[in-house]
């Protein structure tokens, strides 16, 4: 049964859109058009979108596009972006947050600190939000989503909204067994006492050392592969440096001299430009030590 365009037109105005460039919204500035747009504007909204669609269209949440490659291909499906309704904060306890998917991971170490909150410092570091956070267990500098999450509120496809216990989420590695339908649409963080001005200087000199082997400021995606921990005690970079010739570039795309894990669009690189460039450094890293890479940036196409 094919979607109707003027139902979903007349239902939702201005917050849906068709054949919609995502190019600029993601932070590799790369990407096509998808076939719908959809800007959930609250839980009812969603809720009704999800029914109306009626599982008939592949989904995909968009967060801040800080983690992934778009296809410049049209995206075959209906790509959904969650208003600032869903990008509120609030203290429910003295050690516990409530935070709506769409907070930046930034935002809410910064309203962790303002109340007296730790371990939440090392969200400061990761550039996206909560909800892509909890799917794939996003971490950096020894700390993880799994250890301040205690639940998660979702709707999946079918617009049935549930809570999930941390418990009951098997966590790994940047990945979670929580399905790929879910729409995630807020969560419950617990932290611990800590002093302001403490909280402050680790999360400055987190975002220093961030800054010292890190790339800012240019057209990047985060780190572009997992660390294979169960195969090597050696980081990924280590494995990409002593594997390919780091000068190497397909079209646009290149590789970042301030961190191997992290590649670059020059400008005008196009989608098959950094696909080609993910499979030159896969097959020449398995090439030189028998370790198959995993792609920690989402790959949407």
Request: aromatic fraction near 10%; include cysteine; glycine fraction near 6%.
């Amino acid at each position: 049964m094919i979607i109707d365009f003027e139902e979903l037109s007349s239902e939702f105005k201005e917050n849906i859109k068709f054949n919609y460039n995502l190019k600029k919204k993601n932070w590799f500035n790369i990407g096509g058009k998808t076939k719908f747009y959809y800007k959930a504007e609250n839980l009812k909204d969603l809720i009704k979108f999800l029914k109306i669609i009626d599982n008939r269209e592949r989904i995909f949440i968009l967060g801040r596009g800080s983690n992934i490659l778009i296809t410049d291909k049209t995206y075959d499906g209906v790509i959904i972006k969650l208003s600032k309704n869903f990008n509120n904060i609030s203290l429910l306890s003295n050690d516990i947050i409530i935070a709506g998917s769409a907070v930046s991971d930034k935002s809410l170490s910064d309203f962790a600190m303002n109340n007296d909150l730790g371990g939440f410092e090392f969200l400061s570091c990761i550039p996206g939000t909560i909800g892509g956070g909890i799917k794939m267990n996003a971490g950096c500098f020894g700390r993880e989503f799994k250890d301040i999450l205690i639940s998660v509120q979702a709707t999946n496809k079918e617009g049935k909204v549930i809570t999930i216990p941390s418990n009951e989420i098997n966590f790994k590695y940047r990945d979670s067994n929580l399905p790929n339908d879910l729409i995630f649409l807020s969560a419950s963080f617990k932290g611990y006492k800590k002093k302001f001005n403490l909280i402050k200087t680790e999360m400055e000199n987190l975002k220093k050392k961030k800054e010292e082997i890190q790339p800012t400021s240019i057209k990047t995606s985060g780190s572009t592969f997992k660390n294979p921990i169960d195969q090597t005690d050696k980081k990924v970079w280590q494995l990409i440096k002593d594997s390919v010739s780091l000068e190497k570039t397909f079209g646009d795309a290149c590789i970042s001299k301030k961190h191997c894990n992290f590649f670059v669009n020059k400008g005008n690189a196009k989608f098959d430009d950094m696909k080609k460039l993910i499979k030159y450094v896969i097959k020449n890293v398995f090439k030189k030590t028998g370790i198959k890479l995993e792609t920690e940036i989402k790959i949407l196409e």
